[in-house]
């Protein structure tokens, strides 16, 4: 049921076998179904998600309803809206399953208890948040500089994983772009080659 | 609060359970229903569906998968049975709320199993170290749920536990069928919970309430 989380955190930070057993005290599993929501618009975003098993996305709705995705997690992934996790202020994402999914929770409440009682955790939370925003940073400058057949082929060096799983539509939201303009931009690449 | 709770009821096709299970497929919440006898619980999901075609229930085979997927755990079991049920959900009710309705009566409902320094929710919440154990709608009696005004007036259920977001949670429940929530205190409160639900009972059985009876603490 934890056996990825563990993984990953040992990846960051190794723990000991008590170690393990007090951080599963403050954690929660939790199944979600295809197409429901972890997280609604609105709602304050009490919990932030480790996926065991499963794919999310988050999104967000513009003026005339149309979704832009602003953010995946496929297994060993952690998503939340962060801002209204941290802030405790109403969530401007959704977030759903696009999958069933294996979900380990942290609730602010277990959160801000192990970053006071364990070290080892903080420093886990500290390069995940520094992961985190390399990231971004990499993702933002790609969106912002780079031609629409390089940025392609870069996200999809930054995400393998994640194209091949993903329908194409929701990349292209992802990256900013109409599913049409995504497909040409598919074709102009494979006749490159 | 708009995302959908997920709630799991233990024990969905009893008395208590049912009339449980009945208001609260009417409130924003979706209902995953487990008993020991399937086809009681699939019936059971067939009533509330045919009175309410849009309510989010479903019948479970397994307790385990039920409260895994629920965030919120209600436990509509008599106290006996309560030990069998916390071993199989120990380790998805982590750090989930669980609601303990029951009351641990004796056979003649004349008094109390458990000792007077104890409650059958303390008991649970050693069963369940790492759940939010809350005291909720033990005072009220199945027929209730159905009506939560008698007399002209809204019943109280009183609530006890020990995480402070958890008693908003179960109060905000209640609420939503109906009922007055009266937040009592910490889990030691139980006893007293208890105590007053076992009364309630006895007052029924002597004055013929007909089982139509609640709490109500009246203020200025």
Redesign the interface.
């Known amino acids: 049921?934890y056996d990825l989380f563990f993984r990953k955190f040992n990846e960051k930070v190794a723990l000991t076998a008590e170690e393990e057993a007090f951080v599963?005290?403050?954690?929660?599993?939790?199944?979600?179904?295809r197409k429901?929501?972890?997280?609604?618009e609105?709602?304050v975003c009490k919990s932030i998600c480790f996926v065991e098993k499963g794919a999310l996305r988050a999104y967000v709705l513009d003026e005339t309803g149309d979704e832009h995705i602003t953010a995946f997690a496929l297994e060993g992934w952690t998503l939340g809206d962060l801002y209204s996790f941290i802030k405790a202020e109403p969530a401007t994402w959704n977030i759903d399953a696009l999958e069933d999914c294996e979900l380990i929770?942290l609730?602010k409440?277990?959160h801000d208890e192990l970053l006071q009682t364990m070290p080892k955790y903080e420093t886990y939370i500290r390069l995940l948040m520094t992961d985190a925003y390399m990231a971004l940073q990499r993702r933002t400058t790609y969106m912002i500089s780079l031609p629409l057949e390089e940025r392609y082929l870069a996200f999809n060096q930054m995400y393998p994983t994640l194209f091949q799983r993903i329908p194409q539509h929701m990349i292209a939201s992802f990256m900013g772009l109409s599913a049409e303009t995504l497909s040409r931009v598919r074709s102009r690449i494979s006749n490159r080659k | 609060m708009s995302t959908k709770q997920t709630i799991a009821i233990i024990g969905a096709t009893g008395n208590m359970g049912s009339g449980i299970a009945k208001s609260l497929s009417k409130t924003n919440n979706r209902l995953l229903l487990f008993a020991q006898h399937t086809d009681k619980v699939k019936s059971l999901v067939e009533d509330i569906k045919k009175g309410n075609p849009a309510a989010e229930v479903e019948a479970m085979e397994c307790p385990t998968n039920a409260s895994w997927e629920a965030d919120i755990i209600l436990l509509a079991l008599p106290y006996a049975a309560e030990k069998e049920i916390a071993a199989k959900i120990k380790e998805v009710a982590n750090q989930k709320i669980v609601i303990s309705i029951s009351n641990p009566l004796n056979e003649t409902y004349s008094g109390l199993v458990t000792s007077p320094d104890t409650s059958a929710a303390e008991h649970l919440q050693q069963l369940l170290p790492n759940s939010k154990v809350v005291k909720a709608f033990n005072t009220v009696f199945a027929a209730d749920f159905a009506n939560t005004i008698i007399d002209g007036k809204q019943i109280d259920t009183l609530i006890a536990g020990n995480d402070a977001q958890s008693l908003d949670t179960v109060s905000a429940l209640a609420k939503a069928i109906g009922l007055n929530p009266l937040v009592a205190g910490e889990l030691p409160w139980s006893r007293t919970l208890e105590n007053m639900a076992l009364l309630l009972i006895q007052l029924t059985m002597k004055y013929n309430y007909n089982w139509v009876a609640g709490w109500k603490v009246l203020h200025n």
């Open positions: 049921m599963k005290q403050y954690l929660t599993p939790k199944k979600l179904r429901q929501y972890f997280l609604q609105g709602d929770l609730s409440q277990a």
